[in-house]
């Protein structure tokens, strides 16, 4: 951290907001380890950012998000809701 000390105020709000990139990068790739280092880099350059609670939250959701449930192949069986669709009503007009 002696080297946060060492940077002009427009040196560590620039290295601030590319740390902050980096972690929405890697939320968005799902790498959550990666985010969390650059997340804890940008709170020692600035902890009352308030980007770092909205990232902070967005880790959580993600560590917490169930996986989707893998999607299943579809059939080649038609279903009953097509197979009525395409099925003319031998009823219809005859009433």
């Known amino acids: 951290m002696p080297e946060v000390m060492q940077l002009t105020k427009e040196q560590a709000g620039e290295r601030l907001r590319q740390c902050l990139r ?3 990068a890697h ?3 799902q790498q959550i ?3 969390k280092v650059k997340l804890a880099e940008a709170r ?3 902890a ?3 980007y770092l ?3 902070e939250a967005r880790i959580t ?3 917490t998000a169930t996986p989707p449930a893998p999607q299943q192949a579809q059939s080649s069986t038609p279903g009953a809701k097509e ?3 395409r099925t003319p009503n031998p009823f219809a007009g005859n009433i």
């Open 33 to 35: 380890t990666e985010a």
């Open 44 to 46: 020692s350059l600035d």
């Open 27 to 29: 939320i968005k790739a």
């Open 83 to 85: 197979i009525f669709t």
């Open 22 to 24: 980096e972690v929405d």
């Open 61 to 63: 959701t993600l560590e």
């Open 48 to 50: 009352s950012n308030p």
């Open 53 to 55: 609670s909205a990232f």
